[in-house]
């Protein structure tokens, strides 16, 4: 049964908001799926992308290793609050950091904030929802 509710976990797919501008996310929220992330992916979807949900509140860096699709990412603290945003490039295994503790961290195509004017400061509107479905650890 826990089994099962990982792998559902894994798939859970929401739509969340910034600024008005919805956005359909892939919510990755367990150790396996946090490490996988957007590799080997050849495209996103227009307005689509993946939500890392994390249990607490701490500096993160994430990297480009095996994914082919070039990224942005907003990391968010645990109120949604975007700390900084930034562009991510094909397979660089260099870790792009987050400027603060981030409870959460959003990928999407290289260049979305900036094409929908989001940027620090904004808010990602949703979170109650999925925080709810994914439990009373997050």
Partial sequence: MQKLFENWRRYLSESITINGIPINVEI?????????GLMHR??????????????DQQERSFWMKNTEIPLSIAYANNDGNILNIEDMNP???????????????LEMSKGWFDQNNIVPGDKLDGLSFIKKKLGTSY
């Fill in 42 to 55: 050849k495209q996103l979807d227009n307005g689509s992308g993946m939500l890392f949900c994390f249990p």
């Fill in 28 to 36: 990755s929220s367990d150790p396996e799926s946090i490490t996988k």
């Fill in 91 to 105: 397979n660089n295994e260099e870790g792009v950091r987050s400027q603060g503790p981030a409870t959460y961290a």
